[in-house]
């Protein structure tokens, strides 16, 4: 299985300041298609997860602008322009396929 | 939507059983349907995922205890995990989209806790 690293695990951010976060695969996520499905999903404070992005750089409808997804082979990054009080809570990077999809272990951002 | 929903707490060596209720659209559309685990305190784990045609992926971590099935008449899908120890208590969800690639993470239900306890 492809395992996910993501970095760092907390994320202190002041409000209005730009926030990134790594995501590492242990191998590359080039699949067969030529396409590279990795995706970012935010989960706020009792709730259930969201999908932010997939294939690295594509933001799902209704995303505000200040998220972004950047990357290629196995290193990947989220970034948030400027950090608003609802961006609280933990993210998450995804691959897959191949099979079985693998999520990084999740970064927990908080405001300062 | 989707709303998940369980028979409740599950006992060591059972099986646990939970259905996703799909409202707003057909089981039987384009869709591709999942469900994703989260141990209290802990991170997300992908289960498995299944299209209308009955072709499924699983977690080969899993994959011997777990079956996802399509119920076309009640308009909902299923998870079945047997041999259910303490390490399968998390809350489940269930989730659905139209990309087999992308995933079906576009939409997703509420979540329930299930507890495996004696």
């Known amino acids: 299985d492809v395992v996910m690293t993501q970095s760092p695990l907390s994320l202190p951010v002041t409000l209005g300041q730009p926030a990134s976060i790594s995501c590492r695969s242990s191998q590359s996520l080039v699949y067969s298609d030529g396409n590279t499905y990795l995706s970012w999903f935010q989960q706020r404070p009792g709730q259930s997860p969201r999908r932010l992005i997939y294939k690295v750089s594509n933001r799902d409808s209704g995303v505000p602008e200040r998220f972004s997804g950047s990357g290629s082979g196995t290193d990947f990054t989220l970034k948030i322009s400027r950090v608003e009080a609802e961006d609280v809570g933990v993210y998450y990077c995804m691959q897959g396929p191949p099979w079985p999809r693998t999520f990084g272990q999740g970064t927990k951002l908080e405001i300062k | 939507q989707l709303q998940e929903s369980g028979p409740g707490p599950v006992k060591p060596s059972g099986t646990l059983s939970l259905t996703c209720a799909v409202s707003g659209g057909s089981i039987s559309s384009s869709y591709w349907w999942s469900w994703v685990r989260q141990p209290p305190g802990g991170g997300l784990e992908w289960i498995g995922e299944?299209?209308?045609?009955?072709?499924?992926y699983y977690n080969p971590s899993l994959k011997s205890r777990v079956t996802i099935s399509i119920d076309k008449s009640n308009n909902h899908f299923s998870l079945k995990l047997t041999s259910v120890t303490a390490a399968d208590t998390a809350v489940y969800y269930c989730a659905a989209g139209p990309g087999q690639f992308v995933g079906p993470f576009d939409y997703w239900g509420q979540g329930t806790l299930v507890t495996v306890s004696s």
């Open positions: 299944i299209y209308r045609s009955g072709t499924t």
